[in-house]
């Protein structure tokens, strides 16, 4: 059993940064393909980014491309996404999440694991 606790997100104007962590215990990290998830109310839960645990190849949805990235430490079990340029459409609760699928993917049907989620906001 895999869990997982997202930490980093926060309050931030147009164009800032943040840096989110997604911390995992429980079960052997460097197998897990980790993915970045964001949902705002009403609408459905989308890709954002991720990284696969064999190659650590990547994929990014368009909308974050060129802003957002994506990296892994195994030594640390940890998955960060970085965020710069941020919009008021990146609001959102962003979630961390886990498969064993050994190739990037940004469906959360195949995601095994979830962590709780951290909040974004966007707003000048």
């Known amino acids: 059993q895999l869990q997982l606790v997202e930490s980093g997100g926060g309050l931030v104007q147009p164009g800032g940064s943040l840096r989110l962590s997604c911390a995992a215990s429980?079960?052997?990290?460097?197998?897990?393909?980790i993915g970045w998830f964001r949902q705002v109310p009403g609408k459905e839960r989308e890709g954002v980014s991720c990284?696969?645990?064999?190659?650590?190849?990547?994929i990014y949805a368009d909308s974050v491309k060129g802003r957002f990235t994506i990296s892994r430490d195994n030594a640390r079990n940890t998955v960060v996404l970085q965020m710069h340029s941020l919009k008021p459409e990146d609001t959102a609760v962003y979630y961390c999440?886990?498969?064993?699928?050994?190739?990037?993917?940004?469906?959360?049907?195949?995601?095994?694991?979830w962590g709780n989620g951290t909040l974004v906001t966007v707003s000048s």
């Open positions: 999440a886990a498969t064993t699928l050994g190739v990037a993917t940004m469906y959360p049907a195949l995601m095994d694991y």
């Open positions: 429980g079960s052997t990290f460097d197998y897990y393909t």
């Open positions: 990284i696969s645990s064999s190659s650590g190849s990547t």
